[in-house]
């Protein structure tokens, strides 16, 4: 069954602005209904089953306004449930505040951030909780997100699972607390906020750094407070970002740059475009930052040898040692006399790679199996 793609209204007297919507998310599998005003939206609502509103506040001539299309929207069985987020050039906080009573998700001055914008038109398709739990046993990277504000929390988000990041989003101290006190899988990195309406963010970075379980977890403090990176530093912060849209590409370097000393620290093995992560219940194997398979520990303990040893050839008898004696063989398998040989072990191997990974793995007559990577057979 094809998947319908979604319907976005926008509801926005300037062409202008309403290309420019459409063009933010060019790359997206949206359908775009352009309306310049309420009138022309209701005629629009009646044809289409609509899954987001974009609209504006005030309309030219004897039109009704935005605030009163909202609410009659907000009032109608059809409509009510549909996501209306507001973008505005006119609007205060009497405004932004008469906008959130009657229903609108979010609200944007014009000009807006085209990252934010989007952010929040994702979560909201999304119709995901805040707090989604990340699957920690994905073997990706656990980022632990201390921030209150839901649009910097978001955009974050998105910057990072973009990243192959799972992220963990909590806005205060008790939040955090709860979630540290339950998980199982320690964060490899936490970005916090040092503005929290309820928490002194210092106060939590003492906290943190205090606690023999988490205090070893790298922090970077990602805040709009100026003049801030001696003070995070004294607070053990790594480093210190000022929170501004722009400032994606800052902190996603400094997020890689932490989680791959985090990643050597625990094991994972990163050559050319393989990668071994033997973190979780079931290592895995990624090419090129895609997933490839899972591996009991014999099989992936034998890549990974292989891997290291590139280009040179791993002799039989190592690879036997390092996957499974033939006792332990014996004993978890008494039902197979003859316990596996080494090919046998290397051919299993090579079918969960897949072809692409599995030519790399060849056999040196008289000296073993060798891992070849990519550009070295040719």
């Known amino acids: 069954m094809i ?75 059809n409509t009510k449930s549909v996501p209306i987020v507001i973008i505005s050039g006119e609007f205060g906080n009497r405004e932004l505040a008469r906008c959130l009573e009657l ?3 979010d609200c944007f001055r014009k000009p807006f951030s085209k990252e ?15 707090h989604k739990e990340p699957n920690a046993n994905a073997g ?22 973009n990243k192959g990041s799972a992220v963990h989003r909590v806005s205060n101290r008790m939040q955090m607390r709860r ?5 199982t899988q320690i964060p490899d990195c936490i970005i916090m906020d040092i503005e929290l309406d309820s928490t002194d963010g210092l106060q939590l970075c003492d906290e943190l750094k205090e606690n023999s379980r988490f205090q070893k977890i790298p922090l970077l403090i990602f805040s709009g407070r100026e003049n801030m990176q001696l ?16 400032a994606a590409d800052e902190l996603m370097a400094a997020v890689k740059s932490v989680l791959a000393q985090q990643e050597r620290t625990l094991g994972v093995l990163e050559v050319g ?59 978890r398998h008494s039902e197979d006399p003859a316990p596996k040989t080494v090919g046998s072990y ?6 969960h790679l897949g072809r692409k990974v599995a030519r790399r793995i060849v056999r040196i007559h008289g000296l073993g199996y060798a891992y070849v990577p990519p550009g070295g057979d040719e």
Request: aromatic share 8%; hydrophobic share 40%; proline share 5%.
């Open 140 to 161: 990706t990277s656990l980022v632990l997100h201390i921030e209150d504000d839901d649009a910097w929390a978001e955009l974050v988000r998105l910057w990072l699972s």
């Open 116 to 130: 934010m914008f989007i952010a929040k038109i994702e979560q909201l398709l999304r119709g995901e909780s805040k």
């Open 346 to 351: 290397v051919y299993e191997l090579r079918r």
């Open 231 to 246: 003070p995070g530093l004294k607070h053990m912060a790594v480093t210190v970002i000022q929170k501004r849209p722009e």
């Open 273 to 331: 475009t393989l990668r071994l992560d033997p973190r979780g219940t079931s290592p895995i194997v990624f090419d090129e930052d895609e997933q490839l398979c899972t591996l009991d520990r014999g099989l992936f303990s034998i890549l990974r040898c292989l891997v290291e040893a590139s280009p040179a050839a791993v002799a039989d008898a190592e690879l036997r040692r390092v996957s499974m004696r033939r006792e332990d063989y014996r004993r």
């Open 3 to 77: 998947a319908k793609p979604t319907k976005i209204l926008v509801v926005e007297d300037d062409p202008g602005m309403r290309r420019l919507v459409q063009q933010m998310f060019a790359n997206y599998d949206y359908r775009f209904f352009p309306a310049d005003s309420p009138r022309d939206a209701k005629n629009i609502l009646q044809k289409q089953k609509i899954d987001l509103i974009v609209l504006d506040l005030l309309f030219p001539g004897g039109d009704i306004g935005g605030c009163e299309f909202l609410k009659s929207l907000k009032s109608n069985a």
């Open 179 to 183: 979630f540290l006190s339950q998980i």
């Open 103 to 105: 229903g609108a998700a």
